[in-house]
């Protein structure tokens, strides 16, 4: 298989890669930078749990997207959001609200709240079920999940979410 030298920024750290040309986003920063927070779901696309954010605002499912694709691009994971040992205040807000149960979709759903957040800062209960539209939880039902992005929505200001996304 023919690789290539890639540059990925991931939550704020310049990595120099040789991938195969075939070897997905989601590989890369789970087995060859054991950032192992971003899930491996269906596979498919399907159940948005490899979601990560690529340049701050576009969410994407890293299991869909090749290495290759995202060179020299900023991708921020849910570990990136944590700053100084500190939870985001997406995370935080899914935690008061109880929209973790399992977990197994948590990390796709906080970055694809990300996603929602940075490019409106405060959506209506409708855009949010429409911008979480693509990763499914089996837990929780989606009520938990919509009031946390509401409450993320109030707690933050997209000055975080830029430099999350190691934007600044």
Partial sequence: MKTRFIKLNVNGKEHRLEVP????LLQA??????LTETKYGCGTGECGGCTVLVDGKESICSCLTLAVE?????????????RDGELHPIQQAFIDEGAIQCGYCTPGMVMKTASIL????????????RGL?????RCTGYEKIVRAVQRAS??????????AGGMS
């Fill in 21 to 24: 040309a075939n070897r997905t």
């Fill in 29 to 34: 920063l789970r087995d060859d930078l054991m």
């Fill in 70 to 82: 995202v060179e020299g691009r900023h991708i921020t994971t849910v570990g990136g959001l944590t």
């Fill in 118 to 129: 940075a490019n409106n800062p405060t959506p209506s209960e409708e855009e949010i079920r």
């Fill in 133 to 137: 539209e693509g990763n499914i939880c």
């Fill in 154 to 163: 109030r707690m933050i200001d997209n000055s975080q979410l830029r430099k």
